[in-house]
C-alpha cells in the first residue's frame, strides 16, 4: 500500500506543469498606412520623434520608421494606390525570446508559424486574431537595424519617450476579449460595453485598448506624460485643436490618427476581478 502511495505521489509531483504566461517584452511598434508618408513623418518630427531609417525601393511605396525610443517605433507605410484603407495596419509586440514565445503560443493552439528573419534583421512571426487582423511578433537581434540604431535618432526635444498603449478596432468586442485573455495571456483591467483595457502578459506595463468598431472610430496611440501642463503646450505650438482633460491632451495626425499623452502619475488601473 505504501508503494502505491509513493508511485501515485511521485507521478503527480512530476506531471507536467501548467502553461507557463507567454511574457511580452512590451510594444515594439504601431504600423499605419498613411495617405503621405512625408507628412505624417514631419509631423512626428514636429514632436521630437525622428526617423531612425526607411525604405524606399524603386515603385513601390516608402515606409518610414519613427523612433519613440529604443526599443519603440512608429511605422509609416504609404499606399500602393487609392484602394488600401488608411489607419492601423497591426501592432507588433516584442519578445525577449521568440522561441519561447512560439512554443507557448503552440501549445495553446494558436499554430504560429516559425519565425524568420525580417528585411529590417529581427525575428518576427505573424498571427491572425479571430477578425484576421495582424497581430506581430518580434526579437530584436544583434546587427538589425533597429539594434544598430541604439543611442541614436533620440532628440532631447521628444515630446514623450514611451508608448504605453494603442487602440485596436474590433467588431465582436466579447469574441476579441476572449482570445486576447484567453490565448494570448493579456489581463483584463477594466472596461465597458464598448472598449476593453487589457495589460499585456509580463513586467512592461504596455496596454491595449479594444473597441468596438463604428464608421467613425479612428486609431489611436498613447504616450506617457511626466508633466502634463508643459507637454499641452508644447502640443498648442503645433496645434490649435488640442483636447485637454485633468490627466490627458491629445491632438490628430494628418490622418486623423489620435495621438494622446497620458500623465505619468495618474492613479493606475487595477485588474478586474471575477466573480466566480
Not at 23 to 51: C, M, N, P, W
Not at 71 to 85: H, I, K, M, T
Not at 182 to 193: P, R
Request: hydrophobic letters at 40%; proline letters at 6%.
Amino acid at each position: 500500500m505504501r508503494l502505491i502511495a509513493c508511485i501515485f505521489f511521485a507521478a503527480f509531483f512530476a506531471a507536467p506543469a501548467q502553461d507557463s504566461l507567454p511574457a511580452l517584452a512590451g510594444i515594439a511598434h504601431v504600423a499605419f498606412r498613411v495617405t503621405d508618408v512625408s507628412k505624417s513623418r514631419d509631423f512626428y518630427r514636429t514632436l521630437g520623434f525622428e526617423q531612425s531609417f526607411e525604405f524606399a525601393d524603386p515603385g513601390k511605396p516608402p515606409v518610414s520608421y519613427v523612433k519613440i525610443n529604443d526599443r519603440q517605433f512608429v511605422e509609416l507605410y504609404g499606399r500602393a494606390d487609392n484602394s488600401q484603407p488608411i489607419g492601423l495596419m497591426h501592432v507588433c509586440y516584442e519578445a525577449a525570446d521568440i522561441e519561447s514565445l512560439w512554443n507557448e503560443y503552440t501549445k495553446r493552439g494558436l499554430n504560429p508559424p516559425l519565425a524568420r528573419k525580417a528585411r529590417a534583421g529581427n525575428l518576427l512571426f505573424v498571427l491572425r486574431d479571430p477578425e484576421n487582423q495582424t497581430l506581430e511578433y518580434t526579437q530584436y537581434l544583434p546587427g538589425s537595424l533597429h539594434f544598430e540604431d541604439r543611442g541614436k535618432h533620440l532628440s532631447e526635444q521628444r515630446i514623450s519617450q514611451r508608448l504605453i498603449r494603442a487602440m485596436i478596432p474590433v467588431h465582436d468586442l466579447s469574441s476579441e476579449t476572449l482570445f486576447f485573455g484567453s490565448k494570448l495571456a493579456f489581463e483584463e483591467i477594466d472596461g465597458s460595453t464598448t472598449v476593453r483595457h487589457l495589460r499585456l502578459p509580463g513586467g512592461s506595463g504596455d496596454e491595449v485598448e479594444l473597441e468596438l468598431a463604428t464608421p467613425a472610430t479612428k486609431p489611436r496611440i498613447v504616450f506617457l506624460s511626466a508633466n502634463l501642463t508643459a507637454t499641452a503646450a508644447e502640443l498648442r505650438k503645433h496645434s490649435s485643436a488640442v483636447t485637454e482633460s485633468a490627466n490627458s491632451a491629445s491632438i490628430r495626425d494628418p490622418d486623423g490618427t489620435e495621438i494622446v499623452f497620458e500623465l505619468e502619475n495618474a492613479a493606475p488601473k487595477t485588474p478586474r476581478r471575477s466573480k466566480e
